[in-house]
């Protein structure tokens, strides 16, 4: 069957969602499993010993050998190390965009008739133009670039969002993104004003807070153990802090567990405890958002809603402030982690099938042209890719103020060589 593909590529987890032709409609986007058992596998690449570039968390604790967090790195013309090779930030981007889609390919049985790729919506054309290149250099040719918060409009669009203006609030593992959205003549959503961002502030600080708390609470019986213990117990203290936070967004107590040199324990968590750890970084990206609305020129009154994206922005507490700094309605999908993929795929059914522009409400008259009897072909409506950034050309962003020297790159890398046939997940 045909179908058209939306992928995102977060700091943390990437997500993919694919669109069905349906005679002369689409279906609703459906996630992709990328996962073992989930539709979500981490942003991480990692060398194997056979020099092969792998999907997923890596079998090993090799850091030299493992790279995460590279697409906040495009635009920095300082390359990422991984197994001692130079490799460019929105390359590696690139190799995991092709490793979905090759992956998609194969579930579906063909290629896509459109893919659509979110990206952070600050970014100008620069970095635009530097990842266009790196999919291009993979034959990924015509994939399409949209600011993740314009895909996540269209996602709430898909599921009954019928607003004219929105702010969108996406809070990713390591970063946070708000900006202000509107519905065009063409029925598609596009940017204005100025995104904004925190980077890195998101749900890794959440686990992070909860993991704090945790190993305050054991402080006493961590200290009596040995130390390899000790390491070994702790070492999968973020992932259960990440499955009790998204707990805590539907109960109101939960447990981490650990298992201990002495035993299994349990530390009860309340959501007012956990809340408590976290509202601080939360009313910070509130205050943001706030800011990013009057920064647009609107009062908050004038939105027609807040639309969330992001697995922690199912948090009680972030609606809560939200509610509490915008008098708007309040919007959040139960897979808030998948929205901007959903969005992304349906962006790329109006790739294939554009929608004609609203008829204006009071339209001119148009006469007979002389000699003929009507418009002229040139008049008519051209179809168009929708058309969602408005964003002008720019010089590249400035450099943090850290003094870098450049690395000298090799010729020809060993890397480079095994990129574009060792994509294996």
């Known amino acids: 069957m045909r179908y058209v593909l939306g992928i995102d590529i977060g700091s943390t987890n990437t997500a993919a969602a694919v669109a069905r032709r349906n005679g002369t409609t689409w279906t609703r986007p459906e996630p992709v499993g990328l996962g ?57 981007t690139a190799e995991l965009a092709g490793w979905v889609v ?51 409009a269209e996602s709430h669009a898909a599921r009954g969002f019928a607003g004219t203006t929105a702010a969108v609030y996406a809070l990713g593992g390591n970063s946070f993104e708000a900006a202000l959205v509107r519905r065009t003549p063409r029925g598609t959503y596009e940017g204005f004003g100025t995104p904004q961002g925190l980077d890195p502030i998101g749900g890794a600080d959440f686990d992070e807070a909860l993991a ?8 006493r019986e961590l ?9 070994a117990a702790l070492r999968g203290l973020r992932a259960e802090c990440d499955r009790v936070k998204r707990e805590l967004t539907v109960d109101l107590t939960a447990d981490v567990v650990l298992s201990l040199p002495g035993g299994a324990a349990r530390i009860p968590v309340t959501r007012a405890q956990f ?34 994206a992001g697995g922690s922005a199912r948090i009680p507490l ?11 309605p309040v919007e959040v999908q139960p897979d808030a982690q998948l929205t ?63 003094r870098i020297l450049p690395l000298d790159l090799p010729k020809a890398s060993r890397l480079a060589l095994t990129l574009s046939r060792g994509r294996e997940g």
Do not use: N
């Open 318 to 328: 972030v609606t809560e402030l939200i509610g509490a700094a915008l008098p708007v």
């Open 36 to 92: 073992a058992d989930s539709p979500l596998v981490p942003s991480v690449l990692y060398l194997s010993e056979d020099g092969s570039l792998r999907v997923g968390e890596p079998p090993t604790d090799d850091g030299s050998r493992t790279t995460r967090d590279f697409v906040r790195r495009i635009g920095d013309d300082v390359p990422l190390l991984l197994g001692g090779e130079a490799c460019a930030p929105q390359t590696l």
């Open 223 to 231: 200290a009596a153990t040995a130390r390899r213990g000790t390491q």
């Open 340 to 402: 901007a993929a959903t969005g992304a795929a349906m962006a790329a059914c109006q790739v294939v099938s554009p929608r004609r522009p609203a008829p204006a409400r009071d339209p001119a008259p148009v006469g007979p042209r002389a000699g003929g009897a009507g418009p002229s072909r040139a008049s008519l409506p051209v179809p168009r890719r929708p058309h969602h950034d408005t964003t002008v050309p720019a010089a590249p962003p400035p450099r943090p103020p850290v």
């Open 275 to 308: 809340e408590d750890m976290i509202r601080p970084t939360v009313q910070a990206t509130v205050d943001l958002l706030l800011r990013t609305v009057h920064g647009a020129g609107r009062a908050p009154e004038q939105l027609d809603a807040v639309l969330l």
């Open 212 to 219: 704090t708390h945790v190993r305050t609470v054991l402080a």
């Open 102 to 152: 090759e992956r998609v390919h194969a579930l579906e049985g063909g290629p896509a008739e459109a893919i659509v790729l979110s990206h952070p919506a600050g970014w100008r054309p620069f970095r635009r133009d530097l990842l266009h290149r790196a999919l291009s250099d993979l034959g990924l040719r015509h994939v399409t670039l949209l600011p993740r918060t314009v895909t996540v």
